[in-house]
Each structure stands twice: as structure tokens, then as C-alpha cells.
């Protein structure tokens, strides 16, 4: 997706959206909601911090349910042994 996209679909201009990018400009809250809503991320990963997308959190709740099951049948296992 390039910048005239991410412009054109969050309602932001081209220019101000560029003087963000290199840190010359920093936009209002709305703006940076709509602009995490075209880029499909979090709030907290449009700003440097490490969020998921909707697709990644799901993926991980997956993964993490299926090692919490593994998990209970290991110790289900070892407390018949004992």
C-alpha cells in the first residue's frame, strides 16, 4: 500500500502524512485511529510498540490454547504415575 493510499483511505493528507513519517509532524488521536485502521494494526504497533493485528492475536490465542492443552495432558500423565 503506498502513502497516497494510506492517505486517501484515512481521510489524511499526503503531505502532513509524509512530514509524520520522518518525524516532523505528529498527527491528532482520530487521525492516528483512522490511520491504524487502514494500515489493519494497533494503535500501540503504529507507534513503535510491539501490538498484533486482529489475524496475529487470533493465531497466537490458537497457539496458546493448544499448548495449555498439551500441557494439561502432560501433567494428567505424570499424576497417574505418582
Request: proline content about 1%.
Given at each position: 500500500?503506498?502513502?497516497?493510499d494510506v492517505s486517501r483511505k484515512a481521510?489524511?493528507?499526503?503531505?502532513?502524512?509524509s512530514a509524520v513519517e520522518?518525524?516532523?509532524?505528529?498527527?491528532?488521536?482520530?487521525?492516528?485511529?483512522?490511520?491504524?485502521?487502514?494500515?489493519?494494526?494497533?494503535?500501540?504497533?503504529?507507534?513503535?510498540?510491539?501490538?498484533?493485528?486482529?489475524?496475529?492475536?487470533?493465531?497466537?490465542?490458537?497457539?496458546?490454547?493448544?499448548?495449555?492443552?498439551?500441557?494439561?495432558?502432560?501433567?494428567?500423565?505424570?499424576?497417574?504415575?505418582?
Open positions: 500500500m503506498t502513502q497516497r481521510r489524511y493528507d499526503l503531505a502532513q502524512l520522518n518525524g516532523l509532524a505528529v498527527p491528532r488521536a482520530d487521525a492516528l485511529r483512522r490511520i491504524a485502521d487502514v494500515l489493519d494494526v494497533s494503535l500501540d504497533r503504529l507507534c513503535g510498540r510491539r501490538g498484533f493485528t486482529a489475524a496475529e492475536a487470533e493465531t497466537a490465542s490458537i497457539a496458546l490454547v493448544e499448548e495449555l492443552r498439551d500441557l494439561r495432558k502432560r501433567i494428567e500423565r505424570l499424576e497417574k504415575r505418582t
